[in-house]
């Protein structure tokens, strides 16, 4: 009678089973290789973002780019950023890419912190505006955040504050959301401020929250593929596939009103969850004139804006001087009908430190008295000097 053969040493099972998937393993690696060696490098900014109109703000007239990709919101100011002179304006990033002069940690005991969470408005676009032929910055000509921070900080000497810009030119809403989700736990506000406006009424192919889904699974997909040469060729080399109709029309806004209204709002209740107070800024604007019908649509998202806050009890800010409503006496506190000026900035930042104030929201800190910019402050420069 024939006894079956033992089975062989565990040893050499887990060699025989541990093969297939080393040598696969190494022939993905031999590709990646290849691919790197072979083709043009791809890099992850230019894998998010295909909308030709998105793509081309990246890029000054000099060719000069600030940006890159994140997995979650698409884009972000690049890190450690000193000095780049960008779109005629100096730009400086700390190590997290957000432009503010030290990183961000945990909050240190006794911090009294405001996140200011937005878009290129909050961020400063040409706030200081670089001349060729002034390249000296007047240090009083700051983005509404770093006014705000300044000036409470001179009127409570030796209590620690900081006001943080959460915000990136070009951000919607949907991505404002998405970060402050992230990163409010870790950055433990007092005070959350949200301004979005311009970027969600904007249209493209698709709106925001079908291009940019920020479900755990999709981002974890593209932080993957984002890591390889040779699966972002590949994505690309599918999409043209799929592109062969032709790219979408521009006709879905990036952040329908309804929408935009539940995104602020989320941010606002995220910020109380976290016992942070809550403040809700209309879009700024400014007027119905230069580019019709976009200053009756960014009304119209005001408008919803107001009455969803009012409803809900969340505190609302809206700086009448910054709306079209007061077009054309506002025309200089613009730099064009999007962004506020270096005195928009300073109109806006008194509004918001008058509102905390009345609201309750400074926790028993000191508030300066600070004057709207005059009637006389004008830029010595013409606005033709400005390209750098």
């Not at 955040?145 to 009127?155: G, N, T």
Request: proline letters at 9%; a positive charge.
């Amino acid at each position: 009678m024939s006894h079956p053969e033992p089975p062989p040493p565990f040893q050499n099972r887990s060699f025989f089973l541990a093969v297939p998937p080393v040598l696969f393993l190494a022939f993905l690696v031999l590709i990646e290789l290849t691919v790197r060696w072979s083709l043009p490098r791809v890099s992850p900014l230019d894998f998010f973002v295909t909308a030709p109109r998105q793509q081309a703000q990246f890029v000054d007239r000099a060719n000069v780019r600030i940006y890159e990709g994140d997995p979650l919101l698409f884009w972000r100011l690049a890190p450690n950023l000193r000095g780049v002179l960008w779109d005629a304006m100096r730009v400086n990033t700390n190590g997290q890419g957000l432009r503010y002069d030290h990183d961000v940690g945990r909050k240190p005991p006794g911090t009294f912190r405001i996140v200011c969470v937005g878009d290129s408005v909050t961020f400063g676009y040409r706030v200081p505006r670089v001349y060729l032929r002034r390249p000296r910055e007047n240090p009083e000509w700051l983005p509404y955040p770093m006014l705000l921070e300044r000036w409470l900080r001179s009127a409570n000497p030796g209590r620690p504050i900081e006001v943080i810009p959460l915000a990136t030119p070009g951000y919607s809403s949907h991505q404002g959301l998405a970060w402050l989700r992230r990163d409010i736990s870790r950055l433990e506000p007092d005070v959350v401020t949200v301004c979005f406006g311009w970027n969600d009424i904007d249209v493209r192919g698709a709106s925001d929250a079908q291009s940019m889904k920020t479900g755990w699974l999709s981002v974890t997909a593209r932080r993957l593929v984002s890591g390889s040469q040779a699966l972002m060729h590949a994505s690309q080399w599918l999409r043209s596939r799929r592109a062969g109709l032709g790219p979408l029309p521009d006709a879905v806004r990036r952040v329908s009103q309804e929408r935009f209204v539940d995104n602020e709002l989320q941010m606002a209740r995220l910020a109380r969850s976290h016992d942070a107070g809550a403040v809700l800024i209309g879009p700024v604007y400014r007027d119905r004139v230069a580019h019709p019908p976009e200053g009756d649509v960014i009304g119209a998202y005001r408008d919803a804006l107001r009455a969803a806050a009012r409803e809900a009890g969340i505190s609302y800010l809206e700086v009448a001087e910054l709306t079209e409503a007061a077009y054309p006496g506002n025309a200089r506190l613009f730099e064009e009908h999007i962004h506020p000026n270096h005195r928009g900035h300073r109109v806006l930042a008194v509004a918001l430190l008058a509102h905390l104030r009345d609201e309750g929201l400074l926790k028993g800190h000191a508030v300066p008295s600070v004057a709207p910019p005059s009637r006389d402050d004008v830029d010595e420069a013409q606005p033709e000097e400005a390209q750098p």
